[in-house]
Nanobody, 127 residues
Framework: QVQVGESGGGLVETGGSLRLSCEAS????????IGWFRQAPGKEHQFVAA????????YYADTLKGRFTISRDNAKNTVYLQMNSPQPEDTAVYFC????????????????????WGQGTQVSVSS
């Protein structure tokens, strides 16, 4: 059973920075894209970013492009989400998840296309 765990969340001021990590329990995830999603209170999961299995293709939600950066280190089975200049509306629980299909050619923003979700890490942005 593959497991993923998020870390790095916390309280950050507007304009600061934060780096989230998503570590997988097995190297088998290195052939899968990984996505970051977030969920604010009372709202559904929102796509944030995804990265392909090789780490050379990324896909961002339009509203977050330019402020967030996704990257991965397959040697560490870890995907990162660098959050720069976060805003109060970025406050949410952030989750990572593994794409259901290996070596998918086109990255997907649909939560249903991902399996093995972590427990999430809370990010709170103060103004």
């Amino acid at each position: 059973q593959v497991q993923v765990g998020e870390s790095g969340g916390g309280l950050v001021e507007t304009g600061g920075s934060l780096r989230l990590s998503c570590e997988a329990s097995t190297r088998s995830v290195n052939s899968h894209a990984i996505g970051w999603f977030r969920q604010a209170p009372g709202k559904e999961h929102q796509f944030v970013a995804a990265i392909n299995w090789r780490g050379d293709t990324t896909y961002y939600a339009d509203t977050l492009k330019g402020r967030f950066t996704i990257s991965r280190d397959n040697a560490k089975n870890t995907v990162y989400l660098q959050m720069n200049s976060p805003q109060p509306e970025d406050t949410a629980v952030y989750f990572c998840a593994i794409d259901r299909l290996p070596i998918r050619k086109v990255l997907t923003p649909i939560p249903g296309d991902y399996d093995y979700w972590g427990q999430g890490t809370q990010v709170s942005v103060s103004s």
